[in-house]
């Protein structure tokens, strides 16, 4: 045998080859034949299409993304555009919708290797950023996104006025 580079040859008629190339079609003959038992990495599954609007304190976010996460197979992106937003294909069952909007301030920032950047802020609210777990169904089409800075206060419901209780009877609230 001769030995060029690195690479082991073998001459014509050299008793190991056979057993070479049976071993390598032995090794590689049941990888082969084991892909097409397994399904997929996207299989198809169960889903519906969405729309729906996204806003922030009552005016449309101008534009930014959600994506779905979902039981199977990678995240589904799609634009939110004048605070709307239509994806296709969001599989059934428990999603959770990451929404993402950034705006430019006009400013400039540094980044870690000291290169100048325009400085940009998250305008979902931090305590959305983690996103929403919603549940999807076959009847689900429409999802709305009503964002606030703050918490919303309760407004308080006008007191009803009550005639005064008879006598040996007590109003009870529940």
């Not at 038992?37 to 299409?49: D, G, K, L, Q």
């Not at 729309?51 to 589904?76: M, Q, Y």
């Amino acid at each position: 045998m001769s030995e060029s580079r690195g690479v082991r040859s073998c001459p014509p008629g050299d008793p190991t080859l056979p057993r070479f190339r049976f071993r390598m079609l032995a090794a590689w003959l049941p990888a082969a034949l084991l892909v097409g038992c397994f399904p997929s990495s996207n299989p198809e599954f169960p889903y519906t299409n969405l729309g729906g609007t996204v806003t922030l304190d009552g005016a449309p976010i101008a534009e930014g993304s959600i994506t779905f996460l979902g039981p199977h197979g990678p995240g589904i992106t799609t634009p939110i555009v004048r605070g709307r937003y239509i994806v296709d294909k969001v599989p059934l069952g428990r999603v959770i919708a990451v929404l993402s909007a950034f705006k430019v301030t006009g400013r400039r920032t540094l980044t870690q290797d000291g290169a100048s950047v325009p400085e940009m802020i998250n305008l979902i609210p931090s305590r959305y950023q983690d996103g929403f777990i919603l549940e999807v169904t076959p009847r689900t089409s429409r999802f709305d996104f009503p964002l606030r800075h703050e918490e919303a206060q309760p407004v308080p419901a006008p007191a009803e006025e009550r005639a005064p209780p008879a006598a040996g009877h007590t109003n009870v609230d529940c």
